[in-house]
């Protein structure tokens, strides 16, 4: 009896509202295949751990089932996403014990390019050591525009509608966050390499 009421149940669901929901289905399931690789590394560029970044991706498109019906009405789902995993992921930071770069000084750096020979690997890694440790330093509001620029390569445009400000701030907040990694850069090379 309960599968019959059920059955009936569902013939009584008007029709364009079961097409609409079918193709809410379907726009989820294609912004999940065209964008779950930009979710991903949003949430591992703020998050620095793969585990996390997986947790916040999958919270992420539960948030875009939970609020599907918007989706058909957004203007530019790949913003519209980036921002929901920008925010998941930073609430997840929020609530994670904080590691201190100190504490990971003592990790030895992985090769992984075996094309390369190992002193240059090695240079590499330590490379992208200190420009994620300087990243890593910058205040947030200079932090964030700059991850999502560069890593993410969203326009000032994006950036700014993600972070919820102006595309100026957005331009202003990459210029100076350019320049204080540039300067500090500089300084670590000059005492690291005499350069």
Not at 87 to 96: H, I, S
Not at 132 to 152: G, Q
């Amino acid at each position: 009896m309960a599968t019959g009421q059920a059955i009936g149940e569902a013939r009584d669901v008007p029709a364009d509202l079961a097409t609409s929901v079918a193709e809410n289905d379907s726009d989820l399931e294609c912004a999940v295949r065209e964008h779950a690789r930009l979710v991903y590394r949003i949430a591992y560029s703020i998050l620095r751990n793969h585990h996390d970044a997986e947790d916040v991706t999958q919270e992420t498109f539960v948030r875009v089932l939970r609020y599907r019906r918007k989706l058909a009405g957004v203007r530019n789902p790949r913003t519209w996403l980036a921002r929901i995993a920008f925010r998941a992921a930073l609430e997840r930071k929020r609530k994670a014990d904080k590691v201190s770069f100190q504490d990971l000084d003592g990790m030895a750096p992985e090769v992984r390019s075996k094309a390369r020979p190992a002193d240059e690997a090695l240079i590499g890694t330590e490379m992208s050591g200190h420009v994620e440790k300087l990243i890593a330093a910058l205040p947030a509001k200079l932090r964030d525009p700059l991850t999502l620029s560069v890593l993410e390569e969203m326009s000032p445009g994006e950036v700014a509608e993600v972070l919820g400000i102006n595309e100026a701030a957005a331009r202003s907040r990459l210029f100076r966050a350019r320049q204080i990694l540039r300067e500090r850069l500089a300084k670590v090379l000059e005492g690291r390499y005499g350069i």
